[in-house]
């Protein structure tokens, strides 16, 4: 979904956008002269004053504004979504092709805590990584390292609390204590 264009968006977004109350006439206007006098190309002065006329309904001028987009292009498109941005900035955040965006591009926590979960993995990458936490410590408390073998280790250990949380910290000092009396 992230390589959505803005006409993808655009079809997505109708709906939403010709929704009852979602626009008022005065943000829409302000859409259209925007389109019209920066941007000329995208829509012409007759073009204008057709999506402007106050006989139309709102709603009507506003869907044959956004066919009218589609059909012209890429950059029209995106040029509308700029346009409203600057003059209807709330509700264009609340887009629901942004939404989809957002959800799409989103590697924060919070987001799977919504599902149920924290990660898109899945449990069984959880518990693969729980077992390999579970059999290194296993083996460090049956087997514990040989003192003369790696000298140097219980140094790298020792410093380690200083990056790690404190909580784990005083349990790495605990098991440490008893060696590093005699470096």
């Known amino acids: 979904m992230t390589d959505q264009t803005y006409c993808d968006r655009l ?3 109708t709906p939403f956008l010709t929704g009852h109350g ?3 006439e005065q943000q829409v206007d302000k859409i259209i002269l925007q389109l019209n006098r920066y941007y000329p190309q995208i829509l012409t002065n007759k073009e204008a004053e057709k999506f402007r006329n106050p006989k139309a309904s709102l709603r009507v ?3 044959d504004l956004l066919s009218h987009l589609q059909r ?3 950059r029209d498109c995106q040029e509308f979504y700029r346009a409203l941005y600057i003059h209807a900035q709330p509700l264009h955040s609340c ?3 942004r939404h989809a965006l957002q959800n799409s591009d989103c590697t924060q926590l919070d987001s799977g805590s919504q599902s149920g979960e ?3 993995r899945g449990p069984m990458s959880f518990l693969a ?3 390999l936490a579970v059999g290194l410590a296993l083996l460090l408390y049956c087997y514990p390292p040989d003192p003369k073998g790696l000298p140097g280790t ?3 250990l020792g410093f380690s609390p200083v990056i790690i949380d404190r909580h784990v910290s005083r349990y790495l000092l605990a098991f440490l204590a008893d060696d590093l009396g005699g470096l």
Request: overall charge positive.
């Open 22 to 24: 979602r626009l008022s």
């Open 154 to 156: 219980r140094r790298v």
């Open 11 to 13: 079809v997505q977004d």
């Open 118 to 120: 924290l990660s898109d």
């Open 61 to 63: 001028r506003l869907c």
């Open 129 to 131: 990584g729980l077992g």
């Open 72 to 74: 012209s292009g890429e």
């Open 95 to 97: 887009l629901p092709s």
